[in-house]
C-alpha cells in the first residue's frame, strides 16, 4: 500500500499499487513484450507499444482473456501487420473506402454507377445498422453470417425478406472493401473470406421466362394508355435493358429518323456508362414504339404545364410527375400490377428484353442482328441465352 495525500485533504489516502506481469510470469516485463496489469479495481488489462510507439490497451473477464488477446497482438505487430484501432468503425472504415474509389485509375477504374451502386446497398444494409458502430477490427465472419442471415430471412419472422441474389452482392461489396482495409493495415485479415461456405449467400438463377405469342400481343394491349405504356413497349419491343431506359434523354431520342442511341445507363439517382462497349449502341425503332413515344411525349407536355414551376427540367424521356428520375422498384412494382390485372405470368423486368429478343429470332431477324441490337458482347451470348431459333 502507499500513502498518498490529495490535494483539499488532511489525512493520506491509501491506494492499493496495481500488479504487472509480463509474458507468462508476473514481475518484471521482457522488453517490448507488452505487460499484463492487475488493476487496483480487480480487473486485468494488458499494454503493448505498437510498431509506431502507440500505446495499446486491451482488457478482458480475466487475466487467461487478456493474456490471449495480448498475445495475439503481439503476434501481429511482429509480423508487420498494424494493429487494429478501435476508434475506426466498420461504418467509418466504409466511408473511407468508398470516397477513395473516385480516385482509382487504371485497371481498377470503377463506372460512376458501379460506385453508387456500392454506396446504395452500403447504406441500405450497413451503414444504417448497428453493426456500423462495430470497431472495424472487431468484426468477425459471423458479424457477417447474422447479417446475411437477417437479409434472407422471411418478413414474418423479423427478416428482411430479400433474395440470396442481394445478399450476395453485398457480401461481394464488403469482401472488397475488407480486401482494401487489410492492404492498408487496417485490418489483420478479411473476414468476409472467412464466411464459412455454408453461411456464404449465392446467386438465385431465375429460369428465364417470357411473354411469346398470345402472351406478347395481350401485354401490348393492356399497357394501352398506361403512363408508363412507352416505357413498357421500349424494354419488349427493343429490348432495352431497364437502367438503359430510365438513363434515356430526348436527345438521344429521333423519332423523325425512328431510332435512338443507348449512351447511358442510370444505376440509383447516378447516370453512368452503359453495362459494356457493346451496350453503347443505335437501335432502330420499330413503328410502334415511334407511336407510343410521340404520344408519351405529348402527354409529359401536358404533365409539364400542369405543374409548371415545379417540374425539374432534366430532358428525361421516362420521368416521374415533375421531371425527375423515375425509381426503378416502382417501374417493376407498376409492371407486376399490369401482368397481375392482365392474368399474364409474372415475369421480371428484365424478362421483357427476353421476350423482345425471343420475339425477333421468331419473326425472322438473324442472329447478328439480334445480338446488336441487344448490346451483347458476342452472338454467342445472345444464343447461350434464348438458344438456338428454331
Not at 442481394?166 to 468476409?192: D, F, Y
Not at 414504339?289 to 430532358?315: K, P, Y
Request: aromatic share 6%; with cysteine; hydrophobic share 40%.
Amino acid at each position: 500500500m502507499v500513502d498518498r495525500t490529495e490535494p483539499g485533504q488532511d489525512r493520506p489516502v491509501r491506494r492499493r499499487r496495481a500488479k504487472v506481469s509480463a509474458g507468462e510470469s508476473e514481475g518484471r516485463r521482457k522488453p517490448n513484450q507488452g505487460a499484463i496489469i492487475h488493476r487496483g479495481d480487480g480487473r486485468w488489462v494488458a499494454r503493448l507499444k505498437d510498431n509506431d510507439g502507440k500505446v495499446r490497451w486491451y482488457s478482458g473477464k480475466d487475466k487467461d482473456a487478456v493474456k490471449a488477446k495480448l498475445t495475439e497482438a503481439l503476434a501481429l505487430r511482429d509480423a508487420g501487420v498494424a494493429l487494429p484501432d478501435n476508434r475506426l468503425t466498420v461504418g467509418l472504415w466504409l466511408e473511407e473506402w468508398l470516397a477513395s474509389l473516385p480516385g482509382i485509375t487504371g485497371r481498377g477504374k470503377l463506372r460512376a454507377s458501379t460506385i453508387a451502386y456500392y454506396r446504395q446497398f452500403l447504406t441500405v444494409y450497413v451503414l444504417r445498422t448497428d453493426l456500423a458502430k462495430k470497431p472495424l477490427g472487431k468484426l468477425t465472419p459471423a458479424d457477417l453470417e447474422q447479417l446475411y442471415r437477417h437479409m434472407t430471412t422471411g418478413k414474418t419472422e423479423g427478416g428482411l425478406g430479400l433474395s440470396a441474389t442481394t445478399a450476395h452482392h453485398l457480401h461481394a461489396i464488403m469482401h472488397r472493401a475488407l480486401v482494401k482495409a487489410v492492404t492498408k493495415g487496417k485490418l489483420a485479415r478479411n473476414v468476409a473470406q472467412a464466411v464459412d461456405e455454408d453461411e456464404r449467400p449465392v446467386i438465385d438463377h431465375h429460369e428465364m421466362r417470357v411473354l411469346a405469342d398470345e402472351d406478347f400481343d395481350r401485354f401490348l394491349e393492356v399497357i394501352h394508355g398506361n403512363r408508363l405504356e412507352a416505357l413498357y413497349a421500349v424494354a419488349i419491343r427493343e429490348g432495352l435493358r431497364q437502367g438503359e431506359i430510365l438513363a434515356l434523354h430526348w436527345r438521344d431520342v429521333d423519332l423523325d429518323a425512328g431510332a435512338l442511341a443507348v449512351v447511358g445507363s442510370l444505376q440509383g439517382r447516378v447516370v453512368g456508362d452503359p453495362k459494356t462497349r457493346k451496350s453503347r449502341r443505335r437501335v432502330e425503332l420499330f413503328p410502334e414504339t415511334v407511336d407510343a413515344l410521340r404520344e408519351h411525349r405529348a402527354r409529359q407536355v401536358q404533365e409539364r404545364l400542369r405543374v409548371g414551376t415545379m417540374w425539374a427540367d432534366n430532358d428525361l424521356v421516362f420521368c416521374n410527375e415533375f421531371g425527375g428520375f423515375l425509381r426503378a422498384d416502382k417501374v417493376r412494382e407498376v409492371l407486376h400490377a399490369i401482368l397481375r390485372r392482365a392474368g399474364l405470368p409474372d415475369v421480371r423486368f428484365h424478362d421483357l428484353r427476353h421476350s423482345a429478343a425471343t420475339n425477333w429470332l421468331a419473326g425472322g431477324m438473324h442472329q447478328k442482328i439480334a445480338s446488336e441490337r441487344l448490346g451483347h458482347a458476342s452472338v454467342a451470348i445472345t444464343l447461350d441465352l434464348l438458344g438456338e431459333p428454331r
